[in-house]
């Protein structure tokens, strides 16, 4: 059973930057792939992007658009998430999910974090 702990949202302005993080523990970490969701007040949970085991990430370009960075270090179990010029639009709870395999829609990942709120201010 892998437990997955995000850490790293607050409050942030308009045009500033936020790193979360999501430590794993209970698995092999360099054996799943790890992404990110986000999910805003009313509204359905969306991908924002996803790393592959070797490092491949991939992003929802309608929201993320060269703005959000994946990254993870294997020595660490941990997936970061480099969020720069965010945006009022970027306000949401972000979850850290993880999954034997590369994936983009919610219904996918067998394991997912608790969440950590990000809110960005106008």
């Known amino acids: 059973q892998v437990q997955l702990v995000e850490s790293g949202g607050g409050l942030v302005q308009a045009g500033g930057s936020l790193r979360l993080s999501c430590v794993a523990s209970?698995?092999?970490?360099?054996?799943?792939?790890m992404g990110w969701f986000r999910q805003a007040p009313g509204k359905e949970r969306e991908f924002v992007g996803s790393?592959?085991?070797?490092?491949?990430?991939?992003y929802d370009p309608r929201s993320v658009k060269g703005r959000f960075t994946i990254s993870r270090d294997n020595a660490e179990n941990t997936v970061f998430l480099q969020m720069n010029s965010l945006k009022p639009e970027d306000t949401a709870v972000y979850y850290c999910?993880?999954?034997?395999?590369?994936?983009?829609?919610?219904?996918?990942?067998?394991?997912w974090g608790q969440g950590t709120q990000v809110t960005v201010s106008s």
């Open positions: 999910a993880a999954h034997q395999n590369m994936f983009v829609s919610p219904t996918i990942p067998r394991y």
């Open positions: 209970g698995g092999t970490f360099s054996s799943y792939a």
């Open positions: 790393i592959s085991r070797s490092g491949n990430s991939i």
